[in-house]
């Protein structure tokens, strides 16, 4: 038998991708489905019958945002840090490109010492430089600096004194971004530096007009790349608290499932606000073209 | 006049033309990179020299970064307390294959849809991308139960299998980069191996594969790293009776009591004993990032994730 070329492409295409498929039906959509239906039930572990779900509704939801202030807290401090965090690692990555990509020599050994703590950070690591206040510079400790900043308000406060005892962990994030960003740098057609020079652009102005839109699609990824990592973040309060209520006897899966689901609305959030803010332009831009065509 | 184009000639040294081929662009240049780059180091600084402080040198407001001897003690102390070699094999047996299978799997759907137009492709694409976003925490807890039935639970093969069907550790990242690598290799190749009537498996293995060796050690590199410091699933799933390096290290104060606390357990891990078993814990991924360190970071300008 001899297959058409539409059969061969699907057929060979299937195989291929298949264990994917597999893969993600059984472990990703199936626990996806489960995870919701956990969140809407008590769940309790009894050693006759297994798991025993009790359904009620929306009750762990509703437990979660007037009772578990831990929660709602740890969940706006991990708002504020994103908030604040990503703008700054996509920024320094930019600054660190940039310098990275000018004609210096030792620009190797340099990359090669941004990139080292990609390999090494870990969460137990930071959480151990943390403790010993090695995870910041020696300015951001200042005192009055402190007291100052504790007297703002509660989701200002939090996340930038988390920011200052951990500004060197911060910059230690962006690793991979620094690299993304070079080689985009690399890419840009010096063609077209040389063409603005002889225009007259200086070099405040190409980096605004040329440099920074070739950057775009780049500073999307960074940044979708970042808010994952750090939402994925071995140490981070919001995850630890989801885990300690699953092992807990009064809260347990039903309710750690809920915590969840809510952490991955906000992520799906800010992951949806990344992606605007950054792709927004390009369409106007084709709509622009479409127009005058 | 003379003194004018000696004046213009030190300003043009100086400054440039465009100032940014003068000399004092150069001096910025590499004036903020060296501070950079000791920031960035400073943490790893701060380990090193208090990991080799004794007791006098930690109580001794005197000394602050530099030791007044070497005192290995320490080192001693957290290679026993940690178990180190067992340890050790734990830890790689939990990242190297699972590195190695998510690799593969990943070339191979990569491969999947970077060559064959098949229906729904775009959607499965998609799925994909929507793997990369879902955090594991979501999934996490009927993973667990699953795993509990199954009996996978304390053993590599609850880290393993998820590798296997592509839903291991960012395993989208993988397949997104063999994707993107396949794509760029002209079809012209696998027609003409077609037409001498080689299967797809057959051109995968023969043609595709040997091209492709850069992105297999990239993301095997990377696969390994990030299973290496992942440690919230892995301990979820692996429980405490066979730690990895980086679960020792959570639990080390603990660790410690029980091992060199004495009878009265009164002896606590001091900071130096804590630094230095954070640095024999991340001592492998640096000997390996020396070796292979090039492969790290072409291998991302290769890969050229940048923009899709």
């Known amino acids: 038998m001899k297959l058409s070329n539409r059969q061969r492409e699907n057929l060979y295409g299937y195989l291929f991708i298949g264990i994917w498929i597999i893969g993600f039906l059984w472990l990703t959509l199936y626990p996806l489905i489960m995870s919701f239906i956990y969140s809407l039930n008590k769940v309790t572990i009894t050693a006759a019958d297994g798991i025993v779900l009790t359904p009620i509704k929306l009750q762990n939801y509703v437990d979660i945002f007037s009772k578990d202030f831990n929660f709602v807290n740890a969940l706006t401090d991990f708002i504020g840090e994103i908030v604040l965090f990503v703008p700054i690692i996509i920024i320094m990555s930019i600054i660190i490109a940039l310098l990275l990509n000018q004609k210096i020599r030792l620009r190797g050994a340099f990359r090669s010492i941004f990139f080292l703590p990609v390999i090494i950070a870990s969460g137990p690591m930071i959480t151990e430089l943390i403790r010993q206040g090695a995870g910041t510079v020696p300015i951001f400790e200042d005192a009055e600096a402190l007291a100052f900043v504790e007297q703002l308000p509660r989701f200002l406060a939090n996340p930038i004194l988390s920011l200052f005892s951990k500004m060197i962990i911060v910059l230690w994030f962006s690793g991979v971004q620094i690299v993304l960003f070079l080689a985009a740098l690399q890419k840009v057609d010096s063609e077209i530096y040389e063409a603005a020079s002889i225009d007259g652009a200086s070099p405040w102005e190409m980096f605004w007009k040329i440099t920074l839109p070739t950057l775009k699609p780049t500073i999307l990824i960074s940044s979708i790349y970042t808010i994952v990592f750090l939402a994925t973040f071995s140490s981070n309060s919001v995850l630890v608290h989801i885990q300690?209520?699953?092992?807990?006897?009064?809260?347990?899966?039903?309710?750690?499932?809920?915590?969840?689901?809510?952490?991955?609305?906000?992520?799906?959030?800010?992951?949806?606000?990344?992606?605007?803010?950054?792709?927004?332009?390009?369409?106007?831009k084709e709509k622009k073209v479409r127009r005058v065509r | 006049m003379k003194a004018e184009r000696v004046?213009?000639?030190?300003?043009?040294?100086?400054?440039?033309?465009?100032?940014?081929?003068?000399?004092?662009?150069?001096?910025?240049?590499?004036?903020?990179?060296?501070?950079?780059?000791?920031?960035?180091?400073?943490?790893l600084l701060h380990m090193v020299s208090y990991s080799f402080q004794g007791v006098e040198d930690l109580l001794n407001p005197m000394v602050n970064q530099v030791p007044t001897e070497l005192y290995v003690q320490n080192y001693k102390e957290a290679f026993l307390v940690l178990d180190y070699f067992?340890?050790?094999?734990?830890?790689?047996?939990?990242?190297?294959?699972?590195?190695?299978?998510?690799?593969?799997?990943?070339?191979?759907v990569g491969y999947g849809f970077a060559r064959f137009n098949f229906r729904g492709k775009k959607f499965w694409m998609m799925l994909v991308l929507a793997t990369y976003i879902i955090p594991p925490q979501v999934t996490m807890i009927p993973r667990y139960v699953l795993f509990h039935k199954l009996g996978f639970l304390g053993k590599a093969l609850s880290i393993i299998v998820p590798a296997t069907f592509g839903q291991g550790l960012n395993s989208a990242i993988f397949i997104l980069i063999f994707y993107h690598f396949f794509s760029q290799i002209p079809k012209s190749l696998d027609e003409a191996a077609q037409m001498d009537g080689a299967s797809p498996l057959y051109i995968y293995f023969r043609v595709s594969v040997p091209l492709s060796i850069p992105s297999f050690i990239t993301s095997f590199l990377f696969s390994f790293v990030w299973y290496w410091n992942e440690t919230y699933i892995s301990s979820l799933f692996l429980g405490s009776k066979n730690p990895t390096l980086q679960m020792m290290l959570q639990n080390f104060v603990s660790a410690y009591k029980s091992v060199m606390g004495g009878d009265d357990g009164s002896r606590i891990a001091n900071e130096a004993v804590r630094m230095a078993a954070t640095l024999l814990i991340i001592l492998p991924m640096i000997i390996i990032y020396f070796i292979l360190q090039r492969w790290f970071i072409e291998g991302i300008d290769k890969a050229g994730i940048t923009g899709e």
């Open chain 2, 86 to 108: 067992k340890t050790l094999r734990t830890s790689l047996l939990i990242t190297l294959v699972p590195a190695l299978v998510q690799t593969i799997i990943a070339s191979l």
């Open chain 2, 7 to 43: 004046k213009s000639k030190v300003r043009k040294t100086l400054i440039g033309m465009k100032f940014v081929d003068g000399l004092l662009f150069k001096i910025l240049v590499y004036g903020l990179l060296i501070i950079l780059a000791f920031v960035y180091l400073y943490p």
């Open chain 1, 244 to 284: 300690n209520n699953m092992f807990d006897i009064t809260t347990g899966y039903g309710y750690s499932s809920a915590l969840a689901w809510i952490y991955f609305v906000v992520i799906s959030i800010l992951l949806g606000i990344v992606y605007l803010l950054f792709k927004q332009r390009k369409e106007r």
